[in-house]
């Protein structure tokens, strides 16, 4: 599967943004969908992860609160509702996919397809 994200850019502290990770095909019932984020000269981190049939979503403390991982089946899209940003969000944000088991959604390294990186920037 091909995935492409989409819907970065520079806001202030506390606005919104919603990125989108369109795939080449249907990803329900077929992947674990996970958003990393990687911020200049750090790792890529675990953002947040949707099972397989997107009846379960997994955060990360840093996010939980604020962000929503969400499917739309018939656009084979997810998104990820990011709300009260921080200037500590600041990233590149990428989505990607894994065949693997549900409890390896936190390992980058066990995603197989990934999308190019959408940058977001926040202001203080």
């Known amino acids: 599967v091909q995935l492409q994200a989409s819907g970065g850019g520079l806001v202030q502290a506390g606005d919104s943004l919603r990125l989108s990770c369109a795939a080449s095909?249907?990803?329900?019932?077929?992947?674990?969908m996970g958003w990393f984020r990687q911020a200049p000269g750090k790792g890529r981190d675990f953002v947040v992860a949707?099972?397989?049939?997107?009846?379960?979503?997994y955060y990360s403390d840093s996010v939980k609160g604020r962000f929503t991982i969400s499917r739309d089946n018939a656009k084979n899209t997810v998104y990820l509702q990011m709300n009260s940003l921080k200037p500590d969000d600041t990233a590149v944000y990428y989505c990607?996919?894994?065949?693997?088991?549900?409890?390896?959604?936190?390992?980058?390294?066990?995603?197989?397809?990934w999308g190019q990186g959408t940058q977001v920037t926040v202001s203080s």
């Open positions: 949707m099972s397989r049939s997107g009846s379960s979503s």
């Open positions: 095909g249907p990803t329900n019932n077929r992947y674990l």
């Open positions: 990607a996919a894994s065949s693997g088991a549900l409890s390896t959604y936190r390992n980058p390294s066990l995603y197989r397809y």
